[in-house]
């Protein structure tokens, strides 16, 4: 029904003037007064959300992507699909594996993931790696991952965090960082300190795979204030460099979205 609002600025006034008076033959005048609700509600609504956007980047405001509130959120947040409410389908999430994890993961890693939530791309992760670390900020995704991962408890350990630092991680110590459907909730100031921590604990050719937004929330999705600009910019300020960046990925004859809001991989590497 959105396509019906954003459609209205393709047409002229008198062309909408006609098209209303048509409705109004053909439906009646509460069909036709609903319509107009409609209308002037999503309208109304556009501007609110577009100025809430500029508001927020103007003022430095963390909108809805505070440290604080992600924990508050993610912590109440109802894990019993496991992430799932968030694959598209599941050729989508088995391509995703196939084509962009593994091949970006090489066997044997020491791996940290970040946000692991309920564990989605945990137990793709913990099989190919020598060594694995889970941070999230919310108690209730480690918790849930301690759980569900407590037969690999050898090799694979969960923590919280500030939402920002990785705690208990030492320095030079790890090949692979993986982020999917995280860092798209995080504002560019924690980016900016998590990559300073990428820096710290990276081994030299160590990777960061970070899933993010790429338009300061103006798609919608409750995406953090970063772009595509601005994220680059960071990277290199801190000393790292971008190795690929994608936001979509061919699968035989079917091509792929990394995410519905214009999302992108980035996989940041520290110098050899
Ligand atoms: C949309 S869920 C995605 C979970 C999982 N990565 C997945 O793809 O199913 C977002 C996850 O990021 C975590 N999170 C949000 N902000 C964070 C931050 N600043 N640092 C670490 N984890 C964070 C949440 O607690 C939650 O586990």
Redesign the pocket.
């Known amino acids: 029904m959105k396509d019906l609002v954003d459609n209205r600025k393709r047409m002229s006034l008198g062309t909408k003037v006609k098209v209303l008076g048509l409705t109004l033959k053909q439906n009646g005048i509460l069909y036709t007064l609903l319509l107009g609700t409609y209308y002037a509600g999503s309208g109304l609504a556009d501007r609110a959300f577009e100025t809430m956007q500029k508001r927020r980047k103007k003022r430095g405001l963390p909108g809805l992507n505070s440290?604080d509130l992600?924990a508050e959120i993610?912590n109440a947040w109802d894990w019993e699909a496991g992430?799932d409410e968030?694959t598209p389908s599941p050729e989508w999430k088995t391509s995703l594996v196939a084509n962009v994890l593994k091949p970006r993961v090489p066997a044997g890693s020491v791996v940290v993931e970040?946000?692991?939530?309920?564990g989605?791309?945990t137990e793709h992760l913990i099989p190919i790696a020598s060594d694995y670390t889970g941070?999230?900020?919310?108690s209730t995704?480690v918790e849930v991952c301690s759980k569900k991962f407590a037969a690999e408890q050898t090799k694979a350990r969960f923590r919280v965090?500030q939402?920002?630092n990785l705690p208990g991680v030492a320095d030079g110590s790890v090949d692979i960082i993986w982020s999917?459907?995280?860092f798209v909730?995080?504002n560019l100031a924690?980016i900016g300190t998590y990559l300073e921590e990428f820096r710290r604990v990276l081994k030299p050719g160590g990777r960061a795979i970070i899933h993010h937004g790429t338009t300061a929330g103006h798609g919608g999705g409750w995406r953090s204030d970063a772009t595509t600009a601005e994220l680059n910019a960071l990277i290199a300020s801190k000393g790292l460099r971008v190795a690929e960046q994608f936001s979509d990925w061919q699968d035989g004859s079917v091509r792929h979205e990394v995410g519905l809001y214009r999302d992108q991989v980035t996989v940041i590497e520290k110098a050899g």
């Open positions: 440290r992600n993610w992430g968030w970040i946000g692991p939530g309920a989605r791309w941070i999230d900020i919310s995704c965090n939402g920002n999917f459907d995280v909730h995080i924690d």
